[in-house]
């Protein structure tokens, strides 16, 4: 059988991400025989039109699409998937990932797609394309048939993860993902690619919104060989580990770290306050670790508590501060307007990071907090469906653009305040925090110094690595190009603030 597989873009994100999950269902279907074609509109978008799109697939003579999609790319993947039946009217399009995990019923009901396949797609795939023309067996789909939903019931997981091997890379064009690619905090590198050393995540955090449940975890034999693959393969120098939790325990982070020490690579994660500690970190530093992500979330316990964060502020305080004074990079992740939220807990917040002295991740820039978003799978999402916040679901997935980030609209207001105090509070927050560091640095020369000192050097090192793969001429541009980029973000980021402030 033929199968079409498509990432979809990504917004107005400019990284090539590598389409991992894709990658993973393209392995399952070359086991079981089929043919395998694919379109990455994130990597193409600059050339992506609706009419050129309309043409290739058109061309293509496939007999099953495929598609992967989060729940904020719902508005564009109708799209796409109305492009794939005006090609092929009769060719079922098979939807995986966050979307169709959570909101199945949605997009059976919303848009033309047919079936989709539950969290874990590696086992269903298989099943699926061997049983095409009846479904009925076929566990861990929801489906149309004759104008009928159909749920096939839970999803089925691959339990030893070692045994589903590595994608098939060789179908990808790698350089085109390696490009523009890098560590958090800019670390010197030349190749990242990006992997997961499990999935699921043994926390329940009622906010987020999980692809998989129970935690699987690779044996660090077979993440050792994957990485020892791409170095020998395709010259790669550094990792991104995507899983939801690398350092999952102690004892499993500090096998990582052994046999990550050996392979002399750059890497960075996801990690736990409550589980990296000063030795863990500095293992982590020493085997070739340079930035770690912290979901901080709020330095309220009472916020911390209601999000089920199972971690003390003070631990939370500590590991950060830990992790500074280890010499990571160390990126913040902060969610704001979560229900509870009030004068007090923003003040916690603002006392969190005076404690900490550190206030990363966009240097030059006050933005790093998030507005709350509730997004299906999370438990947060189900109490706003229960209590009436979210009425209309499909209309929910419509509004939820690219996702939350510094600067996106504002959803569901969860506070006491009105709309527009709560966007003010967000940015007062954030210029707080950003001053108070300032501050604090101006205060003390030697942080001072350290941090400038750090920042050239970084610079001074990723230009010549750049410069070396890319030229002179380019890496000029790409220098001078940066700073009119970080101009327009702050101009833009002054406007929003201003236009608030006004209506006040
Ligand atoms: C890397 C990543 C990104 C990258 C995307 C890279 C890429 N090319 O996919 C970037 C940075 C762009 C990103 C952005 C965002 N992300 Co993100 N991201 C991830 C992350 C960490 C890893 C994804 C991955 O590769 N997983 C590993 C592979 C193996 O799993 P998988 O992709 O889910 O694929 C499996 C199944 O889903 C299924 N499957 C997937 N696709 C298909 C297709 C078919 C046809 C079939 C049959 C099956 C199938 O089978 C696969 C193999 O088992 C996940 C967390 C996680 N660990 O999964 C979050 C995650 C997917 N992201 C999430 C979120 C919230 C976001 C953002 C909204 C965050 C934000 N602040 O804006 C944005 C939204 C982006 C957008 N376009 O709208 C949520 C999704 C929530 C949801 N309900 O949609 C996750 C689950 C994190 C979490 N726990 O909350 N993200
Ligand atoms: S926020 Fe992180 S720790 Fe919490 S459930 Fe999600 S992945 Fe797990």
């Not at 994608?167 to 030349?190: C, I, N, R, S, V």
């Not at 009436?388 to 679901?393: F, V």
């Amino acid at each position: 059988m033929k199968v079409l597989l498509i990432q979809l873009h990504h917004g107005d994100r400019e990284i090539n991400f590598f389409p991992l999950g894709l990658a993973y269902i393209a392995g399952a279907l070359l086991d079981v025989g089929c043919d395998v074609e694919l379109i990455d509109l994130q990597m193409e978008k600059t050339a992506h039109s609706q009419a050129s799109l309309t043409e290739r697939i058109k061309a293509m003579n496939v007999e099953l699409i495929g598609i992967t999609a989060y729940s904020t790319q719902f508005a564009h993947f109708k799209e796409v998937v109305d492009i794939c039946k005006a090609c092929h009217a009769d060719v079922p399009v098979v939807v995986g990932g966050p979307l169709a995990t959570y909101s199945a019923m949605q997009v059976l009901t919303g848009t033309n797609a047919d079936i989709c396949v539950k969290s874990e797609g590696d086992i269903t795939i298989q099943r699926l394309v061997k049983s095409l023309d009846n479904l009925k067996d076929v566990k861990g789909i929801t489906y149309r048939e004759n104008g009928r939903i159909i749920n096939n019931g839970e999803a089925v997981y691959v339990d030893d993860l070692d045994s589903i091997g590595f994608p098939p890379y060789h179908l990808f064009d790698m350089e085109k993902y390696f490009e523009g690619q890098g560590l958090y905090g800019d670390a010197p590198t030349k190749k990242t690619m990006s992997i997961v050393t499990s999935r699921g995540c043994p926390y329940s955090c009622n906010f987020c919104s999980m692809t998989f449940k129970n935690v699987r975890r690779r044996s660090v034999e077979n993440v050792v060989k994957e990485i020892q693959f791409f170095k020998d393969k395709y010259g790669v120098d550094s990792i991104a580990f995507i899983d939801e939790l690398v350092i999952s325990s102690k004892k499993r982070g500090y096998e990582i770290c052994g046999a990550l020490a050996k392979l002399n690579i750059k890497w960075g994660c996801q990690g736990r306050v409550n589980i990296c500690d000063k030795e863990l970190l500095r293992a982590m530093k020493a085997s070739g670790c340079t930035y770690v992500g912290f979901g901080v979330e709020s330095g309220s316990q009472k916020i911390l508590d209601a999000m089920n964060k199972k971690v003390k502020v003070e631990q939370s305080r500590e590991a950060v501060s830990n992790a500074v004074e280890t010499g990571l990079f160390v990126v913040v992740q902060m969610i704001f307007g979560y229900p509870g939220e009030d004068d007090t807990t923003i003040n916690e917040t603002v006392d969190y990071f005076k404690r900490l002295n550190y206030y990363p991740p966009y240097p030059g820039s006050p933005a790093n907090v998030s507005l709350i978003t509730p997004l299906p799978g999370s438990a947060l999402y189900d109490n706003c469906v229960k209590d009436g916040t979210i009425t209309d679901e499909i209309e929910w997935l419509n509004g939820l653009g690219q996702g939350y980030y510094p600067g996106a609209p504002l959803l569901v207001n969860f506070t006491g305040w009105d709309d527009d105090t709560l966007i003010k509070k967000k940015f007062e927050l954030e210029e707080t925090l950003y001053r108070n560091y300032k501050a604090y640095v101006r205060r003390h020369p030697s942080v001072f110094l350290k941090k400038g000192i750090d920042e050239a050097l970084r610079l001074v090192s990723r230009s010549i690595i750049y410069a070396r793969a890319n030229g002179a001429q380019k890496t000029v541009a790409k220098i001078l190009g940066h700073f009119p980029a970080r101009f327009k973000f702050n101009k833009e980021y002054a406007e929003l603030q201003r236009s608030i402030e006004k209506k006040h």
